[in-house]
């Protein structure tokens, strides 16, 4: 599904966000990727959505090279890989219906597929009661569950997931995770890049550990490793 | 691979842009509106000195008087010679009654002129031809034509109305006009893409987060770009319909003052510009449509660059 080669990144001359990665994640797995600030956890989440390029190696997803992947080609593969951001990136004139409804509006979509889609969407983060309140109007939580919403609405065979718990309480951080294991369970893959030590240890998946751009441990039922 | 965006959608955030940043798109008309004007004062400019060298061309003619008692045979003789001549137009002969009777309309107000002429017993003028160019050009040529001996010496006089040098005066100005005018229509051209260029830069820094997102959930890059250039094109339009409209009020309420300067007769602006209305409309609109397409094509790029 997932497939990096002696991934590195450099940037300038001598910054080096990636140090020679080579990483396999297969369809359907929960892996969480941590590392302390700087470690190359957000580098790393980039490339995979090619918001940039690797200095050198090779990227597959779903056995598409996209290591030098075209401009125009970029849409079609942020469709195929959902996105979550710590900073939810809702629009705050538009309602939780239309924040969902927006990301097929521009993908192009018809208005029948859209009406079909954003309910089910909606109910899957258990939103369907919300959809006409605005981003305010609602928690921190639900407003990352939204994000997810609408990251789901393509369908996508995975879904990344950066700190979407940075900005969330304990209660609102234990919900959007309940949200992830129920999309992974739906059999898509989760990468989930975090440093919450608590999330990690409970979740009991594959964790991915980054130190200073490399890869210093990789457990099939991990636990945080990194010392705050 | 190629992505369809249904053209409702691009629309409808095309309407959405211009409403959320009406102030901007506001300020890009007035500019594109200068931009177009300069441009319409330069078609007039022409249009009114090609008016102008059309009425004084019409003007110039060789009047040849002849001796009162010149016979008939001789201004026959004297106008077939001078019709044939295939640099002449026109050809008219006044015979002397004729001339008599306009002489005496012309002066039916002043008894003293009237009395003078009673006194006479016989009809002092003579006959008049009036001869006609093609080409103003010609007029020397044929001036020379008229010392023929067949009837040269039946003429009495000759009057050549010369307009050459206002001719040339009308042309050398309407020259520096189109000159200085067409360095105008440059600069504004070169405003306005850059209007148009900053006018795009600032709706998509007030959209940011909007087209960020866009990005980020898949929306390709011909969606992100469309709806603004449809805005740019969307004001070009309405600055092609609020020009016009002001040439047409400038026109209707100007040009009976420039009747004056025309010896009373029609400048011609009005209805150049009816004449061409089409081709003036699409050539105008064109070029202003490929330039705000153009600049707000290059604003987006460079942003979708980043």
Redesign the interface.
Known sequence: MIDLQNISKIYGSDVHGLRDINLSIEPGEFVCIVGTSGAGKTTLAKLLIAEERPTRGKISIGGWDITRIK???I??L??QIG?VFQDF?L?KQKTVWENVA??L????E?NRRIRETVPHVLKVVGLEQKAHRFPHQISGGEQQRVVIA??L??RPKILLADEPTGNLDTINTADVIQVLKKINDFGSTVVLVTHNREVVNELRSRVITLADGRIISDKKHGKYLIQS | ?F????VG?VISFAVKNITRNAWIGLATVLVLVLALLSVNVLVGVNALASSAVTILEKKIDVSVYFKPETPNAILDQARSYMASIPQVERVTIMTAEEALTAFTERHKNEPTILDALNELEENPLGATMVIKARKTTDYPFLMENLNNPQFSFAIENKTYDDHSIAIQQVEQIADSVRYFGLILTLIFAIFSALIVYNAIRVAIYTQR??I??????????A?VRLPLILDAIFFAILSLAIAAGLVALIISFGEPYLVSFYDGEDPGLKSYFVDNLLPLIIAQGMAIIIIVSLSSWAAVGRY?KK
């Open positions: 401009k125009r080609d849409p079609y942020r469709r996105v990136k629009l927006f990301a509006e521009v993908s192009g018809t609408r990251a609405v393509h | 691979m992505i369809i965006t249904p959608r987060e909007e960020g997102i866009m990005r980020l959930v898949g929306a390709s890059n969606f979708l």
